[in-house]
């Protein structure tokens, strides 16, 4: 079985800071692109931004110079470092992986259960 688990969210004033961390466990063999996506109350989910195993990233157009994704592959862990946090930020963040397990060569799709991120004065 594989879990993927979200932490760092919070409540944060405009212009702040937070970062998001996502460890994925269980039996993993391979850690393919990993990604951060958000959802805001009413709208769709939307991506955030992606790394690939080999540190090629890319951002959503909104967050671009104020998010970095980053990743630990020896932790099997993505981060997001969000800066100059605006209210437009407010969403549940979510971390997606494609993961092949040992005994597969074939990848399949997680997702975490969600941290809730707030941007208000």
């Known amino acids: 079985q594989v879990q993927l688990v979200e932490s760092g969210g919070g409540l944060v004033q405009p212009g702040g800071s937070l970062r998001l961390s996502c460890a994925a466990s269980?039996?993993?063999?391979?850690?393919?692109?990993m990604r951060w996506y958000r959802q805001a109350p009413g709208k769709q989910r939307e991506l955030v931004a992606g790394?690939?195993?080999?540190?090629?990233?890319n951002y959503a157009d909104s967050v671009k110079g104020r998010f970095t994704i980053s990743r630990d592959n020896a932790k099997n862990t993505v981060y997001l470092q969000m800066n100059s946090l605006k209210p437009e930020d407010t969403a549940a963040y979510y971390c997606?992986?494609?993961?092949?397990?040992?005994?597969?060569?074939?990848?399949?799709?997680?997702w975490g259960q969600g941290t809730q991120v707030t941007v208000s004065s």
């Open positions: 790394i690939t195993s080999g540190g090629s990233t």
């Open positions: 997606h992986a494609d993961i092949s397990r040992w005994g597969t060569l074939m990848f399949n799709s997680y």
């Open positions: 269980g039996s993993i063999r391979s850690i393919n692109t």
